[in-house]
Every structure is written in structure tokens, then in C-alpha cells.
């Protein structure tokens, strides 16, 4: 079974500024996928960047960006030019080679401050 | 366009009523999730449904009963619930159940029906 963790259960952001989000995991499979989602106080659950196992190149979508260390098993979400709208719980989520088994961590709580 | 909806988005019962949870998606995805989830906790797997048949049941108990009549819409029939089922029910859907592409994976979420039980 896969586990996942996030260290962090609320941070903080100044508007404009960087902020890094932290995630680990635990597998046993080689190819597998990882995503960020973000679940603001609306609470529909909203996809912010997804990374495949075999792609060493770290994925990016706008202001979003990840640090993939697969021998670390690390996961890293950085969010840039931090927006009051990004206020929102984070939770990262690991997808098994099947790809029928989505895990989450416990969430991280981001508040973007004016 | 990654829409998937749920209907009620409220719903109040007692633990003798019977009521339906919907899900619907017209993205022709294949595969259909249901997960519970807590206050401030994540999302837990209840059923996955691959090509309108259940593949996955993570032990939920059988007052929560699943049906996929067709390949869009994927309803949750409720049946003498307890107080701990409230929750927010979140439904989900893939295009595939698994494949080799992580966005034939990527699963889309609706906005949840957030149930009380009295």
C-alpha cells in the first residue's frame, strides 16, 4: 500500500511572494503519477499539476511548479507570485500503476495574506 | 471541458429515510469514483467503477449502495445512515480506469453533495 504525507499542516504566504509546499511518499511501484489538488472553502476539489514517474523534467503550469525527486520520493509543489486566490487546502495525491487507486495526504492549509 | 456535476448539493435525512446521491459527466470517461470525506481531512475511496461495472469496493458497509446505470451518470443510494456518514461525497471520473498516460488517469472532480444525518 502507498502512503503519503504532508509535513505541513497550515502555512502561511505573504500576497506576491513564494511559497513551497512539502510532500513525501512511500511505493514499491516504478511508474506511477502525482498530482496537486487544491481544494478551496467552495470545496470542489481542483487539479493544479500532475507529474509522471518517468519524466525526469519537473512540470510546470503557470505560476505552479514542481520539485520531482523520485529517489527521494519527494514532491514538492511552488506556488509564485502567491494570490489571495490561491487561499485553499492542498492535498497531494499519488496515482498506482493501475491507475485505479488515488491516495492523499493529509492536506496542507495555505492561507495567502494581504 | 472537465466538468463533472452532483446533485443535491445539501441533502438532510434520518437514519430511516432512503435517498439518492448523482453523478454525472459528459467528458466520455470510463471510469467513476465515490469518496467520502471528512472535515479537514482527505478524500477516503469508497467505489470505483470501470466500464459500468464495480471493480473496486474498499469495504463500505452495504447501507451505501452503488449503481452505474450508464456510462455518464453514477448515483449512491443511502439507506439507514448513521450520524458518523456525514460528510461531504465527492464523485470523480477518469477517462480510463488505468492506462499509460497520466492524463487518461487524471481524475476531475465535482463539487460534492455535503450530507447530514439527523
Known amino acids: 500500500a502507498q502512503t503519503v504525507t504532508q509535513s505541513q499542516p497550515e502555512m502561511s504566504v505573504q500576497e506576491a511572494e513564494t511559497v513551497t509546499l512539502s510532500c513525501t511518499y512511500d511505493t514499491s511501484e516504478n511508474n506511477y503519477y502525482l498530482f496537486w489538488y487544491k481544494q478551496p472553502p467552495s470545496r470542489q476539489m481542483i487539479l493544479v499539476i500532475r507529474?509522471?514517474?518517468?519524466?525526469?523534467q519537473n512540470a510546470t503550469e503557470n505560476r505552479f511548479s514542481v520539485n520531482f525527486q523520485k529517489a527521494a520520493k519527494s514532491f514538492s509543489l511552488k506556488i509564485s507570485d502567491s494570490q489571495l486566490g490561491d487561499t485553499a487546502m492542498y492535498f497531494c495525491?499519488?496515482?498506482?500503476?493501475?491507475?485505479?487507486?488515488?491516495?492523499f495526504g493529509g492536506g496542507t492549509r495555505l492561507m495567502v495574506k494581504p | 471541458d472537465t466538468e463533472v456535476t452532483q446533485t443535491p448539493k445539501h441533502l438532510v435525512m434520518g437514519m430511516t429515510n432512503k435517498k439518492s446521491l448523482k453523478c454525472e459527466q459528459h467528458m466520455g470517461h470510463r471510469a467513476m469514483y465515490w469518496y467520502k470525506q471528512k472535515a479537514k481531512k482527505p478524500p477516503e475511496l469508497m467505489f470505483v467503477?470501470?466500464?459500468?461495472?464495480?471493480?473496486i469496493n474498499e469495504s463500505v458497509p452495504s447501507r451505501f449502495s452503488p449503481e452505474c446505470p450508464n456510462s455518464s451518470l453514477l448515483n449512491l443510494h443511502l439507506h439507514a445512515l448513521q450520524p458518523e456518514d456525514s460528510a461531504l461525497y465527492l464523485c470523480?471520473?477518469?477517462?480510463?480506469?488505468?492506462?499509460?498516460?497520466?492524463?487518461?488517469?487524471?481524475?476531475?472532480f465535482g463539487p460534492g453533495t455535503r450530507l447530514t444525518v439527523l
Open positions: 495525491a499519488f496515482l498506482n500503476n493501475a491507475g485505479n487507486m488515488l491516495t
Open positions: 467503477y470501470s466500464y459500468e461495472k464495480l471493480s
Open positions: 507529474q509522471e514517474a518517468y519524466k525526469q
Open positions: 470523480a471520473s477518469s477517462r480510463t480506469p488505468g492506462g499509460t498516460s497520466g492524463d487518461t488517469d487524471t481524475q476531475y
